[in-house]
């Protein structure tokens, strides 16, 4: 395993277990984040689904693939449930959303659903140093930033953290095959490494 920029490993490197808990949520039946400081990577999604917020977890719709993805791309050892979702801090992962407002989709989301965003991800960045945030879908980063991203690595950072583009997991996007998706969240996990 390679060290990360500090020099340590995953496997040398105490586990994080304070859950930072989100500041201030609107009633909007918004999930907490799943935060911690000097996290690798921090999942960051468009919003919560119906399936999600009434799960009280995390890409909990049984027909999102996130869960799968991260365990076949090697973030985890095991498929995780979307009630584990803690035990990702354990893996120096994180999980986020771009918006708070459960909706029934995305396209149900307005502008003013994402105000503050990139001002909250700045300040995830700046306090809690994650390596990288990796937005599971171009939407989500487009709701923060108003800039339409290609797949990949991005050109702006947030203090030193990475920014990563990776295709929606969700069932909606059936135009992009699972191979594809899952070559993506492997090139992030590969870099990562």
């Known amino acids: 395993m390679k060290p990360s920029s500090n020099g340590s490993t995953r496997e040398n490197r105490p586990s994080p277990r304070l859950t ?5 949520l609107p009633d909007t039946g918004a999930l907490p984040d799943v935060l911690a400081p000097g996290l690798d990577v921090v999942f960051c999604g468009i919003n919560p689904g119906r399936v999600s ?4 977890a995390h890409f909990a719709n049984p027909r999102n693939d996130f869960w799968r993805l991260l365990h076949e791309a090697g973030f985890t050892p095991r498929l995780l449930d979307p009630k584990e979702q803690d035990e990702l801090l354990d893996l120096r992962i994180g999980v986020t959303n771009a918006a708070y407002r459960t ?3 995305s396209g149900d989301l307005r502008r003013a659903d994402f105000a503050g965003s990139a001002e909250r991800l700045e300040r995830v960045a700046t ?8 937005f599971v879908g171009k939407e989500a980063y487009r709701g923060v930033f108003g800039e339409r991203p290609q ?12 920014l990563f583009v990776l295709p929606s997991t969700s069932p909606a996007n059936a135009a992009v ?9 492997r ?7």
């Open 177 to 185: 095959p699972y191979s594809e998706r899952l070559r993506w969240f």
């Open 151 to 162: 797949l990949g690595l991005q050109p702006r950072t947030l203090d030193e953290t990475a």
């Open 103 to 105: 909706t029934p989709g």
């Open 53 to 56: 917020a009434a799960a009280g």
């Open 127 to 134: 306090e809690l140093k994650p390596r990288a945030f990796g």
């Open 20 to 24: 930072v808990a989100s500041r201030q």
């Open 187 to 193: 090139f992030l996990a590969e870099a990562l490494a």
